[in-house]
C-alpha cells in the first residue's frame, strides 16, 4: 500500500521587524555609557539580538543594554534574528559630549588682596554645574555644601596667607580660585589719655565728668571708664 502526502514547502523570508526607543535619533549625550531599549518581533519569533555586536537576550519582544561611545557622532545598530536566519535592523545616531568643564566657582568673600586682625577668616561662594558638583576644598579641607553654597572658616597666619578653593564636578573636572589676604598680628595696644579732669585734681561735685581721647592703630572696639562702656 502506498500513501502519498502532497504538501508546499514555504521558506520565511519574513524579516523581523527591529525599533529603536530610547536614544532618540540625533540625540546628545554627556555620559559614555547610555542606555538602549527597543522592541524586535517577527511572525515566527525572534531568536538573537546583537546591538553593535553585543548579544542581548531577546525577553518578549523587548531588548535593553547598555553601550559604550567615543567623543563625537555613534551609531547604535540593533540586529535582530529569526529562526530562518533572516535578519532586521534599527540604527539611531547619538552626539557623545564628554563633560570636560569644571564647575562654575564663585568667591564671595574674603576679598582679594584684603587685610583681616582675626587669626581666621571666613570662605564663602558658591560652586555650580550641569552634572553636579561633588566636592569643594579650602586648602585642602573640605567645605560643606548647602545647595550651591558654601562657607567655612579657615586659620591663618601673621603675614600673607593664600587661599585655595577646588571644586570638582562629578565626572572629576576641577576649577581652582585663589585669593590672598593679610592676617596682621595687632601687638600694640591702643593710646589713652585722660583730658578731664586734670591729675591730682580735688573736685566737689559728683558725678564727675571724664573726657579723654583713645587711639589705636587698627581701630577701638570698646573703651570703658571704671568697668562702664563708654
Known sequence: TTATVT?????????????????????????????????????????????????VFPAGGVF????SHVPGPNTITAVAYDAAGNSGSASVSVTYEPDLEGPVLTLSSPADGSTVYASWVNVA????????????????AWAPLIGDQFDVADGLVPGE???????????????????HVVYYLDVTSPVVTIEQPLPDAVLSVSPVLVAGTVTDDVGVAAAYVNGLEV
Open 7 to 55: 504538501f508546499t514547502f514555504s521558506p520565511d523570508t519574513t524579516l523581523p521587524m527591529v525599533a529603536i526607543t530610547s536614544p532618540a535619533d540625533g540625540s546628545t549625550v554627556t555620559e559614555p555609557y547610555i542606555l538602549v531599549e527597543g522592541t524586535a518581533t517577527d511572525d515566527v519569533g525572534v531568536t538573537d539580538i546583537f546591538v553593535n555586536g553585543i548579544y
Open 64 to 67: 535593553s543594554t547598555c553601550v
Open 125 to 140: 561662594g558658591t560652586a555650580t554645574d550641569p552634572s553636579g558638583v561633588s566636592s569643594v576644598q579650602v586648602n585642602g
Open 161 to 179: 596667607n593664600e587661599l585655595v578653593v577646588v571644586a570638582a564636578d562629578t565626572w572629576g573636572n576641577t576649577t581652582t580660585a585663589v585669593v
